[in-house]
């Protein structure tokens, strides 16, 4: 079991960056791949990013590649996604997930926070 809480969203403007963490209870973090998704207004939660157990594997929606930069430190429990030249067509709710790997593909488990707004204006 692991409970997940996101902080770090709010409203920023466009070109700006935001930096988003989930702390995540349980002493068993460090055996679980971290994913991020996000739920835009009127549409299906889509995948953002994802880091494996050991940190060192990363995994990117292409419409984020190069622009955000998904971390993890299993000695604070918290992995983060740093969100850099932010669009505003990013504007969702940012949910932390943990999950695990198959086939090279990050799958998700029914582990979710409760979510933090993201805004960007134009």
């Known amino acids: 079991q692991v409970q997940l809480v996101e902080s770090g969203g709010g409203l920023v403007q466009a070109g700006g960056s935001l930096r988003l963490a989930c702390a995540a209870s349980?002493?068993?973090?460090?055996?679980?791949?971290m994913g991020w998704f996000r739920q835009a207004p009127g549409k299906e939660r889509e995948f953002v990013a994802a880091?494996?157990?050991?940190?060192?594997?990363?995994y990117y929606a292409d419409s984020v590649r190069g622009r955000f930069t998904i971390s993890r430190d299993n000695a604070k429990n918290t992995v983060y996604l740093q969100m850099n030249s932010l669009k505003p067509e990013d504007t969702a709710v940012y949910y932390c997930?943990?999950?695990?790997?198959?086939?090279?593909?990050?799958?998700?488990?029914?582990?979710w926070g409760q979510g933090t707004q993201v805004t960007v204006s134009i």
């Open positions: 997930n943990a999950g695990g790997e198959r086939s090279g593909s990050y799958y998700s488990l029914d582990y």
């Open positions: 349980g002493r068993t973090f460090s055996s679980y791949d």
């Open positions: 880091i494996r157990w050991s940190g060192t594997g990363t």
